[in-house]
C-alpha cells in the first residue's frame, strides 16, 4: 500500500520543541521532493519545508531560523524538527512527497501539532 505516514504531532507550551517524522512505504520508490505543509484553523495550507534528493532545502519564512528538515533516503523518511515553537504555529502539518517518473504526489493524514501560549 503506498502511504505516508505520520508522527510527533502533539501538545507543547510556547518555546517548546517537537519532531515530526514521516515514512513513506516500501512501495512509494525514487522519491524525489519531500516536505511538509500546514493548514491553520480558517487559513490555506501553506509550505512549512521541503527538501530535495540532494538535501537541498527552502523554507517558509516564518519558520527559518526554528524549523528544520531533513531526510534519510535510505529509510525513505523526512523530519521536521520544531523548536522555540509559537502559537501562531498551531496547525495540521501534513508530510508531502513527489515520487516516479510522474512525480505523482503523496500526502500524509497529518498530525496535529498545537501550542500554548
Known amino acids: 500500500q503506498e502511504q505516508l505516514v505520520e508522527s510527533g504531532g502533539g501538545l507543547v507550551q510556547a518555546g517548546g520543541s517537537l519532531r515530526l517524522s514521516c515514512a513513506a512505504s516500501?512501495?512509494?520508490?525514487?522519491?524525489?521532493?519531500m516536505g511538509w505543509y500546514r493548514r491553520a484553523p480558517g487559513k490555506q495550507r501553506e509550505l512549512v519545508a521541503r527538501?530535495?534528493?540532494?538535501?537541498?532545502?527552502n523554507y517558509a519564512d516564518s519558520v527559518k531560523g526554528r524549523f528544520t528538515i531533513s531526510r534519510d533516503n535510505a529509510k525513505n523518511t523526512v523530519y521536521l524538527q520544531m523548536n522555540s515553537l509559537k502559537p501562531e504555529d498551531t496547525a495540521v502539518y501534513y508530510c508531502?512527497?513527489?515520487?516516479?517518473?510522474?512525480?505523482?504526489?503523496?500526502w500524509g493524514q497529518g498530525t496535529q501539532v498545537t501550542v500554548s501560549s
Open positions: 516500501g512501495s512509494i520508490y525514487n522519491i524525489h521532493h
Open positions: 508531502n512527497a513527489n515520487a516516479g517518473l510522474s512525480w505523482r504526489d503523496y
Open positions: 527538501i530535495t534528493s540532494g538535501g537541498s532545502t
